[in-house]
Nanobody, 118 residues
Framework: QVQLAESGGGLVQAGGSVRLSCAASGRTFSSYAMAWFRQAPGKEREFVARISRSSVSSYYADSVKGRFTISRDNAKNTVYLQMNSLKPEDTAVYYC???????????WGQGTQVTVSS
């Protein structure tokens, strides 16, 4: 099993950059594919980005492609989300998630708030 805790959120001006971190506790972190999701007030949770266990493969939602970069450091048990060229519509609670197989993401962090001002 793995426990996840996000950090790095806060208030940022439009056009700015923020890097979110997701620290994992547990001895099997490297066996989990990881992802970032986000949820804005009144909206459903949406997929943002995912990365494979060994960082060989990554995938992004169209809304963030070219602006966000997901990465991981298995030696540090940490996954990152580098967010550049931020827009007000990026404002949301960002969640880190993990899964050991092809099923649903079954491990989730508590979320971190990112607010992008105009």
């Amino acid at each position: 099993q793995v426990q996840l805790a996000e950090s790095g959120g806060g208030l940022v001006q439009a056009g700015g950059s923020v890097r979110l971190s997701c620290a994992a506790s547990g001895r099997t972190f490297s066996s989990y594919a990881m992802a970032w999701f986000r949820q804005a007030p009144g909206k459903e949770r949406e997929f943002v980005a995912r990365i494979s266990r060994s960082s060989v493969s990554s995938y992004y939602a169209d809304s963030v492609k070219g602006r966000f970069t997901i990465s991981r450091d298995n030696a540090k048990n940490t996954v990152y989300l580098q967010m550049n060229s931020l827009k007000p519509e990026d404002t949301a609670v960002y969640y880190c998630a993990g899964r050991s197989g092809a099923g649903p993401y079954d491990y989730w962090g508590q979320g971190t708030q990112v607010t992008v001002s105009s």
